[in-house]
């Protein structure tokens, strides 16, 4: 064995040329695997994690007929005072309750259909989509602010601006009319612009008594720890109340993020195999002129007895000590090029088309553990296969023949 | 015009003075709005919407009760009739032959116009909004053909479903509003509502043209003018109802 690995090592400089272009190729394959791997599961964990703030929520509770008509007809079938006690002491990382329904809003010149929340502003701030840091005028102030606060690309629709009043209307459980006049007391700005066209935020109190609905919300919101794993949570919420409430995690809540999260998983094996391909052609290539060259070598060493198996074995040790040090520079320069974006890379350049998927215009990138084992094996795993063929023929040279073969 | 002074200096000096020294700028508001619709009413008008590169005109009847309920059917043209508004309180239906349809306008539609004129269904259904919804002050008491003109500003209440800034009504003191101006809350027009004839019609003097125009859009406007307007009529009750807003019955 031993002399095996010692006749594959220096078999693997006898064409220093062949091998360094062989290494460079599996280098860089290796290094858009990860890399790229690392670039689509941040964008992906930032979608999802702008997507659940917007949701919100990693599990939510809420009326079973909510889903298909969100409106005030369809309310939590539990008194908001009710929850409190229930969500409070379970070891959620945090929970809020609101309001939710479709209203139009209008200024003196525009009007244009929202869906306005009332929230408690200082639960919903551990996870609101709001960027906190940069509202122009003041975020709520509690479940009874009078004022409202919307979004940048909104006001800008709206022809109005900050301290200005406008006219929220939507209706009541009855199908009245309900609508009063609202001051903007802050100017918000999202991730996602669409973010700011849809929602207007108020007290929920404020809400509550415009509609009519005192003690009334339309969903409770609860996170978990880690948005990848909700079951457990999911089942506490379920826990917590009856049957008259439906449960849904946020994988259903909204399928196009649920889904995206298992294609993207998916996605990232497809990826490294296409790359690993593409790779393996070069690999085999490089092997079969490798053995090609080695035909009277081979010959001779079957006629001194040589095993069959041993031969196999030398040339497929070759092939592994090929990949083995690919795929070491490959992990150092995929991680060293991580690295180098520690605060994401900007791509705002394209910020309009990020947007219309959902995502931000930095691209975060997240290098994952299992990822960077998932193509290292593959090529390990792959790499090992591709080169039976080759090491197979190798070894089912006929010593005579190959002895007496002309180059 | 001279016609009209003429008439209106006859009115001024038929007019009851006793008291209306002391009328506050709301009790001018309500007066005025309470001259246009009596307690009941039937009138006829004609719509005009005038565009730039079109302009239509519809005729229509209208009868209104109280504050609340009041019903417009188009007579003409004739693709149109039998299109009908029904307001009740501050719900507002529609009928259109056409579709053999009741539609109630969705609170999403009340900002809307209404019938593609410059007025929207909010300006149709709560018109009366005007004297509850506002704080009212006078500004100015000026002289025009020998009758009074009160300035009144109206400045919505800060939960008031007004989107305006605040609002200018000129009000002559026989109770006509002369002019209705709309800001906005920098302090710059935004539409305004101006009389353009004034009329006796059912033993009233009333604006009978009047047209609503927009500041920005110079060549869009909305004119108003009565025929003929009966007040303190027999109007029943069953007149305000879906199922003759659907089926006429006269």
Not at chain 1, 124 to 152: C, H, K, N, P
Not at chain 1, 231 to 237: H, I
Not at chain 2, 12 to 39: K, M, Y
Request: aromatic share 8%; with cysteine.
């Amino acid at each position: 064995m031993r002399i095996l690995i010692k006749l594959a090592w220096r078999n693997l400089f006898r064409n220093h040329r062949r091998t360094l272009i062989m290494l460079s190729a599996i280098t860089v394959g290796v290094w858009a695997m990860i890399f790229m791997t690392a670039m689509t599961q941040g964008m992906v964990s930032q979608m999802v994690h702008d997507g659940i703030s917007v949701i919100p929520g990693h599990v939510q509770a809420r009326n079973p007929n909510y889903g298909d008509d969100p409106t005030v007809n369809n309310l939590l079938p539990v008194p908001d005072s009710g929850i409190a006690g229930r969500l409070e002491g379970r070891g959620f990382s945090s929970w809020s309750t609101r309001l939710s329904v479709p209203a139009v809003i209008s200024s003196e010149r525009e009007s244009r259909g929202v869906t306005l929340l009332g929230i408690d502003p200082e639960r919903e701030a551990d996870f609101t989509f709001v960027d906190l840091e940069t509202i122009d005028g003041r975020y709520l102030e509690g479940v009874s602010d009078q004022g409202v606060l919307i979004g940048a690309k909104l006001l800008e629709r709206l022809k109005t601006r900050l301290g200005n009043r406008i006219v929220l209307m939507s209706q009541t459980p009855d199908n009245d009319i309900a609508d009063r006049g609202f001051r903007i007391v802050g100017v918000f700005n999202a991730k996602v612009e669409l973010w700011e066209e849809t929602w207007v935020l108020t007290g929920k109190e404020t809400l509550q008594t415009m509609l009519g609905v005192p003690d009334q919300v339309t969903e409770a919101i609860v996170f978990g720890d880690n948005y990848r794993q909700v079951d457990e949570v999911a089942d506490s919420v379920g826990d917590v109340f009856d049957n008259s409430v439906s449960v849904q995690r946020w994988t259903e809540l909204d399928r196009y993020l649920g889904t995206m999260l298992e294609v993207m998983d998916g996605f990232t094996l497809v990826w490294v195999v296409v790359i690993f391909l593409a790779l393996s052609f070069g690999l085999v290539n490089t092997l079969v002129m490798a053995v090609f060259e080695r035909v009277r070598e081979i010959g001779l060493m079957l006629a001194l007895g040589m095993r069959p198996s041993s031969i196999l074995g030398q040339i497929v040790i070759e092939s592994m000590l090929l990949l083995i040090i690919g795929l070491a520079l490959g992990n150092v320069l995929a991680w060293l090029s991580v690295s180098a974006f520690p605060d994401g890379i900007d791509v705002s350049i394209v910020a309009k088309g990020m947007e219309m998927m959902g995502a931000s215009s930095i691209l975060m990138l997240d290098l994952r553990l299992q990822d960077v084992v998932l193509a290292n094996s593959v090529v390990l795993i792959l790499g090992f296969l591709a080169s039976l063929s080759p090491a197979w023929r190798a070894s089912r040279y006929d010593p005579i023949e190959a002895i007496h073969k002309v180059d | 015009m001279l016609r009209l002074s003429f008439i209106c200096v006859l009115l001024f000096a038929c007019w009851p003075l006793a008291g209306e020294e002391q009328a506050s700028a709301t009790d001018i508001v309500r007066a005025a709005v309470d001259h246009w619709r009596g307690i009941s009413s039937y009138s006829e008008m004609t719509m005009v919407i005038h565009r730039p590169d079109w302009e239509r005109s519809m005729s229509m009847q209208a009868w209104t009760k109280g504050d609340e309920r009041s019903l417009v059917r188009v007579t003409e043209p004739r693709k149109d009739r039998g299109n009908a508004t029904l307001t009740n309180d501050n719900e507002m239906w529609t009928f259109s032959p056409r579709i053999n349809r009741v539609i109630k306008i969705p609170s999403s539609m009340m900002g809307q116009s209404w019938m593609g004129s410059d007025f929207s269904n909010k300006d149709v259904a709560r018109a009366d909004d005007i004297v509850d919804q506002y704080a009212h002050t006078l500004i100015s008491t000026t002289e025009r053909d020998e009758l009074m003109v009160y300035e009144i500003e109206s400045v919505p209440f800060e939960d008031a479903a007004v989107v305006w800034g605040r609002e200018v009504l000129m009000i002559r003191e026989d109770h006509v509003v002369l002019e209705h101006r709309f800001y906005d809350q920098d302090g710059a027009l935004v539409k305004a509502l101006t009389t353009l004839e004034i009329d006796d019609m059912g033993g009233r003097t009333v604006a009978s043209r009047q047209r609503m125009q927009k500041t920005d859009e110079a060549d869009e406007w909305t004119e108003i003018s009565v025929q003929k307007v009966e007040y303190e009529v027999d109007v029943t009750d069953s007149l305000f109802t879906l199922s003759n807003l659907r089926n006429p019955r006269e």
